[in-house]
Nanobody, 129 residues
Framework: QLQLVESGGSLVQPGGSLRLSCAASGFSLDAYAVGWFRQAPGKEREVISTLSSSDGYTWYTDRVKGRFTISRDSAKNAVYLQMNNLKYEDTAVYYC??????????????????????WGQGTQVTVSS
């Protein structure tokens, strides 16, 4: 079965850290562009960090740049998102995604109906004191 499974979401205080994991099964993530997305209540799903399939280039939205780090572990067939200095506005459901034919997921847009090959089921991150 081809799927992505996220884990690591939790309740954390402002300023805290979390590490999200996204494990792939049934296919190798090495050949895919991967990304982390999030969706807050009442808002569109947004792309926050991507890792290209061709050259490993990483991209971050300004909202998380300097605080979040995306990485890939080929041996574990997984992608991670290290999140530091978390803020209230980081509260959302976080999703990972992978696409075989795009070199980057940076230009994803929910409103434009961007299609992506695989999505995980999402993991909740709540930043609250």
């Amino acid at each position: 079965q081809l799927q992505l499974v996220e884990s690591g979401g939790s309740l954390v205080q402002p300023g805290g850290s979390l590490r999200l994991s996204c494990a792939a099964s049934g296919f190798s993530l090495d050949a895919y562009a991967v990304g982390w997305f999030r969706q807050a209540p009442g808002k569109e799903r947004e792309v926050i960090s991507t890792l290209s399939s061709s050259d490993g280039y990483t991209w971050y939205t300004d909202r998380v740049k300097g605080r979040f780090t995306i990485s890939r572990d080929s041996a574990k067939n997984a992608v991670y998102l290290q999140m530091n200095n978390l803020k209230y506005e980081d509260t959302a459901v976080y999703y990972c995604a992978a696409d075989r034919f795009r070199t980057t997921l940076r230009y994803y847009s929910e409103s434009e109906g961007t299609k992506v090959d695989y999505w995980g089921q999402g993991t909740q991150v709540t930043v609250s004191s």
